[in-house]
């Protein structure tokens, strides 16, 4: 069993829509990112998060220490947002561990 | 300010070959980590790096390695390529290592071994 966990692996909606991602882990952990990666390889941090909840424009990252757990949630989705959605943690060992990524298309 | 820079961008290399990559941090970034990304195994993290020392490590085989200069510049070195080593592999910056700090990523240098 991964020690990051995400879900679902593949996600299409329309445009408009309000995305959930989530993203389960097995290990104490100091920090969590999520992250953005478009076509062609280029990535981008969205967040960081060690605790509570986050927002930027659209996007809203919340996590939970207790059940280990944090979602990533989009808000009215747009075809640009279309993109692999990847969970890293840093675990308390300060061992860097990714998730399997989620890729989500969203549709005109 | 300018990004990370990883170059090259494309590489292709035969099988027993060795290669080296470069990452170009953020200017006034200290620490550098790299990753290799594959279809099958998705982001895998390989070392990090702050003020030229070996801070971290991942679970690859010593054919993998890297450095750090003075100016942050950092190269990574695969040796005996093999061609599961086909990857891209990605560098990242921040000022300084360890949790709740933002990385900032390189696009990546595309490693194909035939």
């Known amino acids: 069993k991964n020690e990051v966990e995400q879900s679902p692996q593949n996600l299409t909606a329309q445009e408009g829509e309000f995305i959930t991602i989530n993203c389960s882990y097995s290990?104490?952990?100091?920090?969590l990112h999520w992250l953005q990666q478009h076509p062609g390889g280029g990535i981008v941090s969205l967040f960081m998060?060690?605790?509570g909840k986050k927002k930027h424009g659209r996007l809203i990252a919340t996590i939970n220490i207790q059940e280990k757990h944090s979602s990533l949630h989009i808000t009215a989705s747009h075809p640009r947002d279309s993109a692999v959605y990847i969970c890293?943690?840093?675990?308390?060992?300060?061992?860097?561990?990714f998730g399997k990524g989620t890729r989500l298309h969203i549709l005109p | 300010k300018a990004g990370v820079t990883q170059t090259p961008r494309y590489l292709i290399k035969t099988r027993g070959q060795q290669v080296t990559l470069s990452c170009s941090p953020i200017?006034?970034?200290?620490?550098v980590s790299w990753y290799q990304q594959t279809p099958g195994q998705g982001l895998q993290f390989l070392f990090e790096?702050?003020?030229?020392?070996?801070?971290n490590k991942g679970n690859f085989p010593g054919r993998f390695s890297g450095r750090q200069f003075s100016n942050s510049r950092s190269e990574m070195n695969v040796s005996t390529l093999e061609l599961g080593d086909s990857a891209l592999y990605l560098c990242a910056s921040s000022v300084q290592p360890g949790p709740g700090t933002e990385a900032f990523f390189g696009q990546g240098t595309r490693l194909t071994v035939v």
């Open positions: 998060l060690s605790s």
């Open positions: 200017s006034g970034h200290r620490s």
């Open positions: 790096y702050f003020s030229e020392t070996q801070r």
């Open positions: 290990v104490g952990i100091s920090a």
């Open positions: 890293a943690v840093r675990s308390g060992n300060d061992k860097i561990i």
